[in-house]
């Protein structure tokens, strides 16, 4: 079985940023890592190869040289391959142009399963995934929770809004894109990693994969707009609890 999980690479959490003309600027000491959904798609298919020994797993990420890091980490957790696709991170590029460089590089490759995670971190889009299986004329199923293979078919378990979910069973090949579960991610081994140091991922040039015409474009960015302001309490604590408790009859409250 040959599967591809598409990575991410996203700014950590804790980083701060400028706000720029349309774009947002990081600050020093610049930190990042795999997208949180795409490690769970990551250890969904790990965990397809543990039951299923001659898998073959490739992980790919679009991105300027530094995506190399999150390649070698995903290589020590356990993939076999790893794909880089070289792009400039700035202006970002839209879903739409992700979805044709990556299909245009996927096709031909004869890959039975595709995982994404949900969505991405820092965007928060969950348009990728859909737009790949567009292009590749495949099956795709979102906000997967569990999945099993049974020999060319999948019986996936998806959530729903509400709280529901959703069983299916589909042919392969297919794409999914995985919701958080159950299953937490492993971290890689000490042996892995050093033969991720000695690996070269294979370096595709986004300049000669075909792309649709911008469909999108980022018109501007603003901070939030404030739209209530917080009250100090003046005064001892005596004072400030007796102000506190008008305030709460005042609002009913109390």
Known sequence: MRILVCIKQVWEPESLFDLQGTELRPRPPLRRKVGSYDELALEEALRLKDRLPRTNLTVLSVGPPPVVDVLRRALGMGADRAVHILAPDQPPPRPATLAAWIA?????????LILTGVMSEDAMQGAVGPMLAAHLGWPPVTSVVSLKVDGHALAVEREMEGGRRQRLALPLPAL???QSGPNQPR?????NLLRAKKTTPLTVDAAGLAAPPDREKVVALTPPEKRRAGLVLEGSAAQ???RLLAMLRERALL
């Open 240 to 242: 400030k609890a007796e």
């Open 187 to 191: 971290y890689p081994t000490l042996s």
């Open 176 to 178: 999914l894109t995985v």
């Open 104 to 112: 245009a590089w996927a096709q031909g490759q004869n890959f039975d």
